[in-house]
């Protein structure tokens, strides 16, 4: 695998947007909105409890039309969360979220929120690992292309 010798930390997004459980809906909209971000994170005294998803806000909204933007974010979180700490194994996190079918892995730290991971994240490390063996691979053909003309001489 492309980052297996890697911890979680060196992928996570260390800016993640936190929201009390108590809060409107409607201010998770704004954050949500504001930020252009997927996700925030769901937190009791700032230890998660939830995370909220743009198809959570979809789903459970239209699912449970009393459900309104006044409503509270505990209602439509999804709970339990999966979170890791910043030690994981980056190596592990694709079968993770694969296993629990989920796209967004909030890192703790201590209880504490210190990041998270997406899909995204993923996609976008795993491109840069590539363009850097594909530069590396390149490296080696020309350097090899040199050594035969060298020797052809």
């Given at each position: 695998?492309?980052?297996?010798?890697?911890?979680i930390?060196?992928?996570?997004?260390?800016?993640v947007?936190?929201?009390?459980?108590?809060?409107?809906?409607?201010?998770?909209?704004e954050?949500?909105?504001?930020?252009?971000?997927?996700?925030?994170?769901?937190?009791?005294?700032?230890s998660?409890t939830?995370?909220?998803?743009?198809r959570d806000?979809?789903n459970?909204?239209l699912?449970?039309s009393?459900?309104?933007?006044?409503g509270?974010?505990k209602e439509?979180?999804?709970?339990?969360?999966?979170t890791?700490e910043s030690?994981?194994p980056?190596?592990k996190?694709?079968?993770?979220?694969?296993?629990?079918m989920?796209?967004?892995?909030p890192?703790?730290n201590?209880?504490?929120?210190?990041?998270?991971?997406?899909q995204t994240?993923?996609v976008?490390?795993?491109q840069?690992a590539?363009?850097?063996?594909?530069?590396a691979?390149?490296?080696?053909?020309?350097?090899?292309i040199?050594?035969i003309?060298?020797?052809?001489?």
């Amino acid at each position: 695998m492309v980052f297996r010798l890697h911890k979680i930390s060196k992928l996570m997004q260390k800016d993640v947007k936190t929201i009390e459980e108590d809060e409107p809906i409607s201010k998770a909209i704004e954050v949500m909105n504001f930020y252009k971000i997927s996700c925030i994170v769901v937190t009791r005294k700032g230890s998660p409890t939830g995370i909220i998803t743009e198809r959570d806000l979809i789903n459970r909204m239209l699912a449970k039309s009393k459900c309104t933007k006044k409503g509270k974010v505990k209602e439509v979180m999804t709970t339990p969360i999966v979170t890791k700490e910043s030690n994981f194994p980056t190596s592990k996190i694709v079968k993770l979220m694969n296993d629990y079918m989920i796209r967004h892995v909030p890192i703790v730290n201590e209880g504490k929120v210190i990041g998270i991971v997406t899909q995204t994240d993923i996609v976008k490390y795993t491109q840069k690992a590539m363009r850097h063996r594909e530069i590396a691979l390149l490296t080696i053909v020309i350097m090899i292309i040199i050594l035969i003309n060298l020797v052809i001489r």
